[in-house]
T-cell receptor
Framework: DARVTQTPRDKVTEMGQEVTMRCQPI?????VFWYRQTMMQGLELLAY????????DSGMPKDRFSAEMPDATLATLKIQPSEPRDSAVYFC????????????FGEGSRLTVL | RKEVEQDPGPFNVPEGATVAFNCTYS??????FFWYRQDCRKEPKLLMS???SGNEDGRFTAQLNRASQYISLLIRDSKLSDSATYLC????????????FGKGTKLSVKP
């Protein structure tokens, strides 16, 4: 059963530390998304890739966040330095684009920055 | 108007009730819309797609009103297992790949 895999599932770190989250999209999917979810803001789009090319990262704080797809099987989201306000659940999702609108989400990475 | 706006609820209903949620959107160029379901501490999953005036799948009916720019989700004969948060989803700028999620409407079905 194909699924999006995210690591780590849970991460507790101290302010100022670097955090890297990884995602393995479903094989054959050409779109990859990073979302951040908090109670206050809901699901916020951070970055969007199509065929590994970044198409939209307007929702991502550029000074501390970076997103990359070094190859088709790996997407990374890095926060450096992390701050307490970055505490959230980070979801990676992949899809085929087009009209279906179906995104397949990973189980999320719960980040707590102390 | 926000890109996607939903009543956060919670909607507390008894089993067997019919419940409806609305969602308004700002981009009049959007052609397709989606409802996702998110269980507590889980990832969102696609529930229904809405491409024209509406879509029906068992107890669930989604309807689209383009003139007023809102979509609705109707759940009939609600079950305890329907308790979840329902997210309204709209493509940003007409792009089918880039989806914007509403903050969700929380539904709690009670025995």
């Amino acid at each position: 059963d194909a699924r999006v895999t995210q690591t780590p599932r849970d991460k507790v770190t101290e302010m100022g530390q670097e955090v890297t989250m990884r995602c393995q999209p479903i094989l054959g999917h050409n779109t990859v998304f990073w979302y951040r979810q908090t109670m206050m803001q809901g699901l916020e789009l951070l970055a969007y890739f199509r065929n590994r090319a970044p198409l939209d990262d307007s929702g991502m704080p550029k000074d501390r966040f970076s997103a990359e797809m070094p190859d088709a099987t790996l997407a990374t989201l890095k926060i450096q330095p992390s701050e307490p306000r970055d505490s959230a659940v980070y979801f990676c999702a992949s899809g085929l684009g087009g009209l279906t609108g179906e995104l397949f989400f990973g189980e999320g990475s719960r980040l707590t920055v102390l | 108007r926000k890109e996607v706006e939903q009543d956060p609820g919670p909607f507390n209903v008894p089993e067997g009730a019919t419940v409806a949620f609305n969602c308004t959107y700002s981009n009049s160029a959007s052609q397709s819309f989606f409802w996702y379901r998110q269980d507590c501490r889980k990832e969102p999953k696609l529930l229904m797609s809405v491409y024209s005036s509406g879509n029906e799948d068992g107890r669930f009916t989604a309807q689209l009103n383009r003139a007023s720019q809102y979509i609705s989700l109707l759940i009939r004969d609600s079950k305890l297992s329907d308790s979840a948060t329902y997210l309204c989803v709209v493509p940003r700028g007409g792009s089918q790949g880039n989806l914007i999620f509403g903050k969700g409407t929380k539904l709690s079905v009670k025995p």
